[in-house]
């Protein structure tokens, strides 16, 4: 196989080589966290957030925490993708209906290319939590759209190219609490507004790692081999519930159909900061950059609901792995 990733070359992308004694495939920065405790005044921690390319830099939109612990979006710069600076004041989102841009909360943002705009997908409270939209062609002025889905939704993610002229969604129905369920599934909308044709694409289950819910992560990858899926696999143990990170593939034309699924994730919490934190034993994938060149990816997880990280990892050695060790032959 010579896998290749379907996109732009990023000759910038954060990077260090696997170290030689690691025998895991995927690896962590060795000065993360990168983004650490109070990285603002007043906020406790900026995490699960997303991270593009942007005029030869980097961009994203930040989930911070203050003091109160509710979550807003911010955005943040940085030159190499490992330093950051961040706008001091929420993102304010533009809407003209005043339903829709009542503030509760906003979590978890990803951020998706689809020709040439940005959007920003997050979990977004109204009546409990959905799916909040809003688009943006300088990350400065963001217009907020219809929400997504009927509340309780999370971990909406949209692909990164339309099918047949359609956006497709990946999200989670949940509940109003931490859910102790949750299986992927796809939607499509033409305008972004009216969203059907719900298809389920994988259900939790399987090994204990994933057993209590799964969740997308960053955008999927479009690759030679199918949509190169990171995402959240969830397990209860006595002391709550554990986070991994796992990889799966699905089709290229049709990506509600799962090619594979592999059946062991590529990162456990075991880092200090992955284990002390808010929310102990969280590793979280949100955002993703990728070089088609190299076949590089660098991918930013929450951790411990405090800190954001980086890990890194190379298509094609994950690819691989995901279709020689799949979870249901
Ligand atoms: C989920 C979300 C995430 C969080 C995770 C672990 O339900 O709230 O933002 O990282 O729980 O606490």
Same mark, same amino acid.
Not at 168 to 193: A, K, N, Q, W, Y
Not at 298 to 323: M, N, S
């Given at each position: 196989m010579k896998l290749k990733i379907v996109g732009p070359a990023l000759p910038n992308i954060p990077w260090q080589p696997k170290p030689q004694d690691n025998p895991d495939l995927m690896w962590r920065?060795?000065?993360?966290?990168?983004?650490g405790r109070r990285p603002l005044p007043r906020v406790t921690g900026i995490y699960n957030s997303a991270v593009v390319p942007w005029k030869g830099g980097f961009i994203g939109v930040f989930r911070t925490e203050g003091m109160d612990r509710i979550p807003h979006l911010h955005v943040g710069r940085s030159p190499d993708g490992i330093n950051f600076e961040f706008?001091? %004041?929420?993102?304010?989102? %533009? #809407?003209?209906?005043?339903? +829709?841009r009542r503030f509760e909360y906003a979590y978890d943002p990803r951020v998706t290319l689809v020709d040439g705009v940005h959007y920003v997908t997050w979990c977004n409270g109204y009546h409990g939590p959905t799916i909040g939209i809003a688009k943006t062609r300088d990350f400065v002025r963001f217009e907020q759209l219809e929400n997504v889905f009927l509340p309780y939704n999370r971990?909406?993610?949209?692909?990164? *190219?339309?099918?047949?002229? %359609?956006?497709?969604?990946?999200? *989670?129905?949940?509940?109003?609490?931490?859910?102790?369920?949750?299986?992927?599934? /796809?939607?499509?909308?033409?305008?972004?507004?009216? =969203?059907g044709r719900h298809r389920h694409v994988i259900g *939790?289950? @399987?090994? =204990? =790692?994933? @057993?209590?819910k799964i969740g997308a992560g960053p955008s999927p990858i479009e690759t030679s081999e199918g949509w190169l899926l990171?995402?959240?696999? /969830?397990?209860?143990? #006595?002391?709550?519930? +554990?986070?991994?990170i796992g990889g799966m593939l699905l089709d290229a034309k049709q990506p509600s159909k799962v090619v594979a699924c592999a059946r062991e994730p590529f990162l456990v919490p075991e880092a200090p900061y992955e284990l002390a934190g808010f929310v102990p034993g969280v590793c979280f994938p949100v955002g993703c950059l990728c070089d088609s060149a190299t076949g590089r990816i660098?991918?930013?997880?929450?951790?411990?609901?405090?800190?954001?990280?980086? #890990?890194? #990892?190379?298509?094609?050695? +994950? +690819? *691989?792995?995901? %279709?020689d060790n799949p979870l249901r032959k």
């Open positions: 920065y060795d000065a993360n966290p990168v983004i706008e001091p %004041k929420p993102i304010e989102l %533009k #809407c003209d209906d005043p339903e +829709v971990n909406g993610v949209l692909f990164p *190219r339309k099918f047949g002229g %359609k956006f497709l969604m990946l999200s *989670r129905p949940s509940d109003t609490g931490h859910t102790p369920f949750g299986d992927i599934f /796809v939607s499509e909308s033409p305008d972004l507004v009216h =969203w *939790r289950g @399987g090994p =204990w =790692w994933q @057993g209590t990171f995402y959240h696999g /969830v397990t209860t143990t #006595c002391n709550g519930f +554990v986070y991994s660098a991918l930013y997880y929450g951790a411990a609901d405090t800190f954001t990280a980086l #890990c890194f #990892c190379d298509a094609e050695t +994950v +690819v *691989r792995f995901i %279709k």
